[in-house]
C-alpha cells in the first residue's frame, strides 16, 4: 500500500490559546484511523505561549561577552542560558547545547523564524503532554484513534543541512526494532533499530517547508505500533554512550 503525505495548510497566525484543534478537523481533507499528524513545534509554542520579547531580557556580563565572540544578540545568549543544561559545544560562531528537555541542538531551539520582529520561541515545555492533549481532543470529537508526532528541525553530526525530528509523541511506538530477525541472507539482527517517528518528520517536512502556511501533515498508510507509554526520552542515547558530546 502507498504512503500517503498530506499537507494541512493553515494560514492564520497562531496565538496563545488558539484553538489548533480546528485546523486538523476541518477542511477538504479528514482524519481518519490509524493517521499520523505531524505538526510543527512553531504552532505549539506560540498556542502555549512560549515566546519572548526580546526587549524583556537583560542579559548577564556572560551571555554579553559569549555574544560578542560570536556574533549573536546577547539576549538570544541569555534565552538559550535559560533553556539550556549545559554547552555542549561553541565554534565558528554555532553554539550546541543540551536542552533543559534533553534535546542536543543549536541555541536551545530559540526561533526568530515566522515569529513577530522582536519576538523568539522557544520550545514546549513537554512536547509529549501537547501531543497526548492533541491526540485526545480529537479522538474525544471525531472518535478517530490516530498517532500524534510534534517536530522541530536539528542539524546532524558528520552532515550538511538540517532535518525534522520528532520532539513529542503520544500513540505511536518510537522505534522499529529487527533485533534478532533474519536478514535475506538468514543472519540475525544484532544492532538495527530504526528511529520510525523521526523519519516520520523527515518525510512529513517535504511537504511542511518552512515558508508555505504548512505547518502540520497527515501520514496515512503507514503501519505502526501504537504504543502510547513511550516519551521521547526514552530515544535518548546516553551520555556515556555518545560519541559525539
Known amino acids: 500500500m502507498t504512503i500517503q503525505i498530506i499537507p ?4 492564520q497566525e497562531i ?9 486538523f478537523i476541518s477542511g477538504n481533507i479528514q482524519l481518519e484511523t490509524n493517521d499520523i499528524l505531524v ?3 512553531k504552532i505549539i509554542s506560540k498556542q502555549e505561549g512560549k515566546i519572548i520579547k526580546l526587549s524583556s531580557i537583560t542579559p548577564s556580563i556572560l551571555s554579553i561577552g559569549i555574544a560578542l565572540e560570536y556574533n549573536k544578540d546577547p539576549r538570544i545568549i541569555e534565552i538559550m542560558m535559560m533553556e539550556s543544561k549545559r554547552i555542549v559545544k561553541m565554534k565558528d560562531g554555532v553554539i550546541i547545547v ?4 534533553g534535546f542536543i541542538c543549536a541555541n536551545a531551539g530559540i526561533d526568530e523564524s515566522n515569529v513577530q520582529h522582536g519576538y523568539v520561541t522557544l520550545l514546549p515545555m513537554d512536547a509529549d503532554k501537547s501531543a497526548q492533549i492533541i491526540r485526545n481532543k480529537i479522538y474525544q470529537i471525531t472518535n478517530k484513534k490516530i498517532a500524534v508526532i510534534i517536530s522541530d528541525t536539528f542539524g ?3 552532515r550538511l543541512g538540517q532535518t ?3 520532539i513529542g509523541t503520544s500513540g505511536i511506538n518510537l522505534l522499529a526494532n529487527y533485533i534478532g530477525m533474519k536478514d535475506t541472507f538468514d543472519r ?3 544492532v538495527t533499530s530504526i528511529a520510525i517517528v523521526d523519519e516520520i518528520c523527515s518525510a512529513a517536512e517535504l511537504v511542511m517547508g518552512k515558508i508555505n502556511h504548512c505547518p502540520a501533515a497527515i501520514i496515512r498508510n503507514y503501519k505502526f505500533n501504537n504504543k502510547t507509554s513511550c516519551k521521547i526520552n526514552n530515544i535518548f542515547r546516553e551520555y556515556e554512550d555518545d560519541l559525539f558530546i
Open 15 to 23: 496565538q496563545k490559546r488558539t484553538d489548533i484543534i480546528k485546523y
Open 39 to 41: 505538526i510543527s513545534q
Open 188 to 190: 540475525s539482527l544484532r
Open 156 to 158: 546532524r553530526p558528520f
Open 8 to 11: 494541512i495548510h493553515i494560514k
Open 164 to 166: 525534522d525530528f520528532a
Open 98 to 101: 543540551k536542552t533543559k528537555h
